[in-house]
Nanobody
Framework: QVQLVESGGGLVQAGGSLRLSCAAS????????MNWYRQAPGKPRELVAT???????AYVDSVKGRFTISSDNAKNTVYLQMNNLKPGDTAVYLC??????????????WGQGTQVTVSS
């Protein structure tokens, strides 16, 4: 059994910053890639940032230079530092982690989502 718990969302003015966290716990043997998605009302879910087990990162073009994904492997936690936020960043942000359980089986897990609202 694996659980992901997100924190750090909220309301911020344009130009402000927020830091999201997503902590995984439970029967974890190893973690592969860790991802942040977002979903705005009426829009499809969008992959925002990803960090691989080797530390390599990738971002959607709209957040490059403003968002930074990082991880703390000892804590099984992934972060998303969001700077210079824009109203277009308003969405529910969800973490997604690919975990190998202690039974050797891999699965994809989702956090509960955290609301980020950026006012103009």
């Amino acid at each position: 059994q694996v659980q992901l718990v997100e924190s750090g969302g909220g309301l911020v003015q344009a130009g402000g910053s927020l830091r999201l966290s997503c902590a995984a716990s439970g029967s974890i043997f190893d973690i592969n890639d860790m991802n942040w998605y977002r979903q705005a009302p009426g829009k499809p879910r969008e992959l925002v940032a990803t960090i691989s087990s080797d530390g390599s990162t990738a971002y959607v073009d709209s957040v490059k230079g403003r968002f930074t994904i990082s991880s703390d492997n000892a804590k099984n936690t992934v972060y998303l530092q969001m700077n210079n936020l824009k109203p277009g960043d308003t969405a529910v942000y969800l973490c997604n982690v690919h975990i190998i359980g202690k039974n050797g089986i891999g699965n994809s897990y989702w956090g509960q989502g955290t609301q980020v609202t950026v006012s103009s």
